[in-house]
T-cell receptor, first 113, second 113 residues
Framework: GQQLNQSPQSMFIQEGEDVSMNCTSSSIFNTWLWYKQDPGEGPVLLIALYKAGELTSNGRLTAQFGITRKDSFLNISASIPSDVGIYFCAGQLRTSGTYKYIFGTGTRLKVLA | DVKVTQSSRYLVKRTGEKVFLECVQDMDHENMFWYRQDPGLGLRLIYFSYDVKMKEKGDIPEGYSVSREKKERFSLILESASTNQTSMYLC????????????FGSGTQLSVL
């Protein structure tokens, strides 16, 4: 199946630093979703984006739907230790009369106190 | 909040056993999905269901079947478990014609010995 290009694959940052990650694709998406997954747990939805150019925040998290509709960005400001986990994006597109969710491979975030 | 419940967090089965993974959602969602998640491969769609008694193959249906007898429950069946089916299995649901948000359960880590 298809996958989204997500970068970086992993990052170590100091507590208090800002974090940025992104997903890109050759396909145009109708919706972008951002998730966080803790080890051994299921993904938890953080932010949903519906329109090109849309910028949406959830606490210290901000995500943007790219203008081309082929990319999306997630920023975490002032990171804290509990931000540790895997973040991944999902894009939804319509194809052949149905819809599909395509997932990024994840960004593993480690925060150093 | 939407709740998607997977019956088992961890399962250990033997090769050749028939395995049932159960998923229940409490938000009257029409659409339900089964994914498997493997390191480096991201989430891959096994099967999905638009509504009761409806099912569609995803990207990797081989070796699996599903059952959707009631709207709230979507079962994944491994007819004869094999070691290459050792994986994290994630169930998800979404409302038809809604906000496109996909909600996941906590996952079932299946080990086939």
């Amino acid at each position: 199946g298809q996958q989204l290009n997500q970068s970086p694959q992993s990052m170590f940052i100091q507590e208090g630093e800002d974090v940025s990650m992104n997903c890109t694709s050759s396909s145009i998406f109708n919706t972008w979703l951002w998730y966080k997954q803790d080890p051994g747990e299921g993904p938890v939805l953080l932010i949903a984006l519906y329109k090109a150019g849309e910028l949406t925040s959830n606490g210290r998290l901000t995500a943007q739907f790219g203008i081309t509709r082929k990319d999306s960005f997630l920023n975490i400001s002032a990171s804290i230790p509990s931000d540790v986990g895997i973040y991944f994006c999902a894009g939804q597109l319509r194809t052949s009369g149905t819809y599909k969710y395509i997932f990024g491979t994840g960004t593993r975030l480690k925060v150093l106190a | 909040d939407v709740k998607v419940t997977q019956s088992s967090r961890y399962l250990v089965k033997r090769t050749g056993e028939k395995v049932f993974l159960e998923c229940v959602q409490d938000m009257d969602h029409e659409n339900m999905f089964w994914y498997r998640q493997d390191p480096g491969l991201g989430l891959r769609l096994i099967y999905f269901s638009y509504d009761v008694k409806m099912k569609e193959k995803g990207d990797i249906p081989e070796g699996y079947s599903v059952s959707r007898e009631k709207k709230e429950r979507f079962s994944l069946i491994l007819e004869s478990a094999s070691t290459n089916q050792t994986s994290m299995y994630l169930c998800a649901s979404r409302v038809l014609g809604g906000d496109e948000k996909l909600f996941f359960g906590s996952g079932t880590q299946l080990s086939v010995l």
